[in-house]
């Protein structure tokens, strides 16, 4: 058996995707494999702890500690040089908070994030024995960063200038956190929020990629499959730093789903069935996150049927009357 340390950070209103995320990593993992499990932060009530809890000691593969961080990461955001949400994702506090795992996780030398609005749909254990080296921390290339530039233009140049070709993406991190502590690089990252020429659109992701300065590894982009890729590589003119089978094979051979912009909860990207699938055969309720859109699209749909069947009784009725008429007049 081996154990590998994963650890997530999110908030009270995100338990029940970490369900669906916890439940498809442990469902997919190999039979050697244990999970230990650690949720950073700054809210979750004792009840969903537990909710979270039961799904993990269902699973036999995994445990589950919670770590309160207090106001760890609410201390940071208050700073105006944070992006809070763009383009339907939303940003909270804990984006920082997982920046930070050096503090939290003294006693581990290497530790996996994840994301949770995902889906496991392959085991990822490889992810832990991958070769980190000298490397602050392994990420996924972001794939994107050819084709839209802009995405990164709110970096000053020099910045700009050592990421914009090893940009890596948040969703899945392994960080090596014995050479983050050796180099001090959480000092580095303290100044960083702290600097207001630099604007974190993208807190987490700006956050370790500034501060590692380039030194950073790459994890196959079937980590981190985009549910939008497929409408990216049809645009004629679209670039990327991999090649289109590296693109392809992350469509078809995904080994996590990442909702990166919309989510299954509140909008409907592609692959949304497998995740519904989960939420439903873990019983789960829908909570505020949830846009009631199925509800109003069936609502919508029995409105339309009621009308369509009054325009035929209407039709049906007048044809009746106008051939009375025209026989009346014919007598
Ligand atoms: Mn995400």
Not at 138 to 147: A, D, I
Not at 223 to 231: K, N, Q, R, S, T
Not at 262 to 284: A, C, H, M, Q, R
Request: one cysteine or more; proline letters at 5%; glycine letters at 4%.
């Amino acid at each position: 058996m081996k154990t590998i340390p994963i650890f997530f950070s999110f908030n009270n209103d995100y338990v029940e995707p970490a369900a669906v995320a916890f439940f498809s990593l442990l469902n997919k993992a190999k039979k050697d494999i244990y999970y230990d499990m650690y949720v950073l932060h700054p809210d979750i009530t004792e009840p969903r702890q537990n909710l979270l809890k039961e799904i993990i000691n269902k699973c036999e593969n995994g445990r589950l500690t919670f770590i309160n961080v207090g106001n760890f990461g609410e201390k940071f955001w208050k700073n105006d040089n944070f992006s809070k949400g763009s383009s339907g994702s939303k940003f909270t506090s804990d984006t920082i908070v997982r920046c930070f795992a050096t503090k939290f996780f003294p006693q581990f030398d290497k530790i996996i994030y994840s994301d949770v609005d995902i889906v496991v749909v392959d085991d990822i254990s490889p992810l832990f024995d991958m070769d980190i080296g000298e490397h602050y921390i392994l990420g996924v290339r972001s794939p994107f960063m050819k084709y839209l530039p802009e995405e990164l233009s709110h970096l000053p140049s020099n910045v700009y200038d050592i990421c914009k070709d090893s940009y890596i993406g948040g969703g899945i991190w392994v960080m090596n956190l014995k050479k983050i502590r050796q180099d001090n690089i959480e000092q580095k990252m303290f100044e960083i929020i702290k600097d207001d020429n630099i604007v974190k659109k993208w807190p987490d992701q700006d956050i370790m990629n500034i501060a590692c300065n380039g030194n950073v590894g790459f994890i196959p982009l079937n980590y981190i499959a985009y549910p939008y890729m497929l409408d990216m590589i049809r645009k004629p003119d679209f670039v990327s730093h991999y090649s289109k089978a590296e693109l392809f094979d992350s469509i078809i051979n995904p080994k996590i789903i990442h909702y990166a912009a919309n989510k299954p909860w509140n909008g409907n990207p592609s692959y949304s069935e497998v995740w519904w699938t989960i939420f439903d055969f873990l019983n789960l309720e829908k909570t505020h996150i949830f846009k009631k859109n199925k509800n109003i699209v069936s609502k919508d749909k029995k409105k339309i049927r009621k009308y369509k069947i009054l325009f035929i009784l209407f039709l049906v009725i007048s044809l009746v009357l106008l051939l009375s008429l025209i026989k009346f007049m014919w007598m």
